[in-house]
C-alpha cells in the first residue's frame, strides 16, 4: 500500500479497471482473511456501505435544522441536549448520547473541526467530505477560520466572533445556521432544501430562497 | 505521541479544496475497508482508540501522503496482528491458515441497524467533577509517547471550563489497554492570543474537550 497508489485509485479505480492496485490487493486479502477467520460477514459489509451511500446523509441534518428553525419548542430542546432531541425524529442511524448543537447569531459564527483525525457527526451529517480530513482544514482551522473560510468563497464581517469547535473527544457537534431572510411561512420540508452540509459544519452558509427558487 | 497526525496550527499545507458532488467513496474497495473497521469494532476486536493509535503510528511520511481510508487499512493490519487476530503469513497469503479466535459478537445482515448506532462512552464516575463552568484551568504540559486527545497547541495554555459533558471512558488509557479509567469531560475554551500570541485574530475562540487529567486549576 505505497503512498504512490492514491492518485492511481483516486482517477481510474472505479470497479471495472483490470489492474488490481496494491492498495486494492491487500484490501481484498484482509477481508478474505477475516470472513474465513469468521470475523466479519461479507454480507453485513454490503449493507453498511448500502447504509451510508444512501441513507445516511446530510439530508438528516437537514431535517433537524428546519426543525428547529420552525419549532422553538425543538431548539430549545436541541441546545440544551441535541442526543435526546435528534433521537425524537427516527433517524436512519441512530444517533449516540453525545452530540452537541451550537447556533450561529448576528454576532457569532461557529466552526467545527477535528484536528488529530476527523471526528465528524456521522449520524447527522454521513461520511465527512475529503477535505475535512484533511490536512489544509485540520492544520487551519484552530489558527486561520477567517482564512479557510475565504478558500471556500465565505466572507463574515470583521466584528463577527468565530467560535471554533476541535472534537478532540467523542463529543460531535453540529452547527445551527441562521435562518435566511425571506422564508417565513415556509413549511420544514421547503426549509430543510435551504440547508446545506457545509453550513451545519460552519464553512458555508445556508441557500438564500433565490437560490433554490 | 507528538505525531504529525496532531496538525492544529501548522502552515504550509496549502488551500482547502471542496469537491463538487464527492461521493461518499471514491472506490470500492474504500467502503470496504470502513465496513470492515465498523465489523471488527463491533466484534469488539478493539476500541477506535486503538485504531487512531495505529494510525498515529504510521512513519510521518506515509501518514501525509497516505489517502484517508488507506491509513484505516494499514491501522487495521496493523491491529489484526498485534492482537494476534491473523499473522502476517496469513495476510500476505491472502488466506486464513489457522481458525479465528473467539470474539465478543459478529456483526450480520439481521443487525445492522442495531450494528451501527454509535455505542456510548459515558462511564460510571469515580470521583465527583473537580471542575464547573466558569472554572479557570491550565492544560497540563504532557508529551506521553503513546496516545492522547490533547493536543500540542493547546498544552500549557489557560482557559475557561465551559461545558460538562459528564464521565467518559478515558482515550490514553483504552489505546495503552489499561482499561476504561474514567474520567470528566469539559469543554475547555481559549482565547486566540492565549493559543498564537499577539497576533491572532482578536475576534476567535478556540475550544478542546479536555479530560480531567488534562486539567489543573489555574
Redesign the interface.
Known amino acids: 500500500?505505497a503512498?504512490?497508489?492514491?492518485d492511481h485509485?483516486?482517477h481510474h479505480?472505479?470497479?471495472h479497471g483490470s489492474e488490481l492496485s496494491e492498495?486494492?490487493?491487500?484490501?481484498?486479502?484482509?477481508?478474505?482473511?477475516?470472513t474465513?477467520?469468521?470475523?466479519?460477514?461479507p454480507?453485513?459489509?454490503?449493507?453498511?456501505?448500502e447504509?451510508?451511500?444512501t441513507k445516511v446523509?446530510p439530508h438528516n441534518g437537514a431535517r433537524v435544522v428546519a426543525k428547529a428553525w420552525s419549532d422553538p419548542a425543538f431548539k430549545r430542546a436541541l441546545l440544551e441536549d441535541a442526543s435526546a432531541a435528534v433521537r425524537t425524529m427516527g433517524h436512519?442511524?441512530?444517533?449516540?448520547?453525545?452530540l452537541?448543537a451550537v447556533e450561529n447569531t448576528p454576532q457569532l459564527h461557529n466552526m467545527i473541526v477535528c484536528?488529530?483525525?476527523?471526528c465528524y457527526p456521522?449520524?447527522v451529517l454521513?461520511?465527512p467530505?475529503?477535505?475535512y480530513?484533511?490536512?489544509?482544514?485540520?492544520?487551519?482551522?484552530?489558527?486561520?477560520?477567517?482564512g479557510?473560510l475565504a478558500?471556500?468563497g465565505i466572507k463574515l464581517s470583521?466584528?463577527?466572533?468565530?467560535?471554533?469547535?476541535?472534537?478532540?473527544?467523542?463529543?460531535r457537534f453540529i452547527v445551527l445556521p441562521m435562518r435566511p431572510a425571506g422564508t417565513d411561512g415556509w413549511s420544514e420540508e421547503r426549509l430543510a432544501q435551504l440547508v446545506t452540509r457545509?453550513s451545519m459544519i460552519g464553512?458555508g452558509l445556508p441557500k438564500t430562497p433565490e437560490e433554490v427558487a | 505521541m507528538d505525531g504529525v497526525?496532531?496538525?492544529?496550527?501548522?502552515?504550509g499545507?496549502?488551500?482547502?479544496?471542496?469537491?463538487p458532488n464527492?461521493p461518499?467513496?471514491?472506490?470500492?474497495?474504500e467502503?470496504?475497508?470502513?465496513?470492515?473497521q465498523?465489523?471488527?469494532g463491533y466484534?469488539g476486536?478493539w476500541h477506535i482508540d486503538n485504531s487512531?493509535a495505529a494510525?498515529e503510528l504510521l512513519p510521518p511520511?506515509?501518514y501525509?501522503?497516505?489517502?484517508?481510508y488507506?491509513r484505516w487499512?494499514?491501522a487495521?493490519?496493523r491491529n489484526?496482528i498485534e492482537r494476534g487476530?491473523?499473522g502476517p503469513d496469513?495476510?500476505?497469503?491472502?488466506?486464513?491458515l489457522r481458525?479465528?479466535?473467539p470474539?465478543k459478537r459478529?456483526?450480520?445482515?439481521e443487525i445492522?441497524?442495531e450494528?451501527?448506532?454509535?455505542?456510548?462512552?459515558?462511564r460510571q464516575a469515580q470521583a465527583p467533577a473537580r471542575f464547573k463552568p466558569g472554572d479557570r484551568v491550565r492544560t497540563r504540559n504532557i508529551h506521553p509517547p503513546t496516545h492522547t486527545?490533547?493536543?500540542r497547541?493547546?498544552r500549557g495554555r489557560v482557559g475557561t471550563v465551559e461545558?460538562v459533558?459528564g464521565c467518559?471512558?478515558f482515550?490514553d488509557a483504552v489505546a495503552t489497554d489499561r482499561g476504561d479509567d474514567p474520567q470528566w469531560?469539559y469543554?475547555v475554551?481559549f482565547e486566540s492570543r492565549e493559543?498564537?500570541g499577539a497576533d491572532?485574530?482578536p475576534?476567535?475562540?478556540?475550544?478542546?474537550?479536555?479530560?480531567e487529567p488534562y486539567l489543573d486549576p489555574a
Do not use: N
Open positions: 500500500m503512498p504512490h497508489d492514491h485509485d483516486h479505480d472505479h470497479g492498495t486494492q490487493l491487500r484490501v481484498r486479502a484482509l477481508e478474505t482473511v477475516l474465513e477467520k469468521g470475523y466479519v460477514d454480507a453485513a459489509l454490503d449493507l453498511i456501505i447504509t451510508y451511500e446523509g436512519e442511524s441512530r444517533v449516540g448520547d453525545h452537541v484536528t488529530l483525525c476527523s456521522w449520524e454521513g461520511l467530505p475529503v477535505w480530513k484533511s490536512a489544509p482544514y485540520r492544520s487551519r482551522a484552530v489558527k486561520d477560520p477567517r479557510v478558500d471556500v470583521k466584528d463577527t466572533q468565530i467560535r471554533v469547535w476541535d472534537s478532540t473527544a467523542e463529543t457545509d464553512t | 497526525h496532531d496538525m492544529g496550527g501548522m502552515d499545507f496549502g488551500k482547502v479544496e471542496p469537491e464527492e461518499p467513496f471514491h472506490a470500492r474497495w467502503g470496504r475497508v470502513l465496513a470492515l465498523r465489523s471488527m466484534a476486536a487512531r494510525q511520511p506515509v501525509l501522503t497516505a489517502s484517508y488507506q487499512a494499514l487495521m493490519e489484526v487476530l491473523a496469513e495476510l500476505a497469503a491472502g488466506h486464513a481458525p479465528g479466535k470474539l459478529k456483526l450480520t445482515p445492522i441497524k450494528g451501527l448506532t454509535r455505542g456510548s462512552f459515558y486527545r490533547l493536543p497547541y493547546a461545558l459533558h467518559h471512558a482515550p469531560l469543554t475554551v493559543l498564537w491572532a485574530d475576534t476567535l475562540k478556540v475550544s478542546i474537550d479536555a479530560f
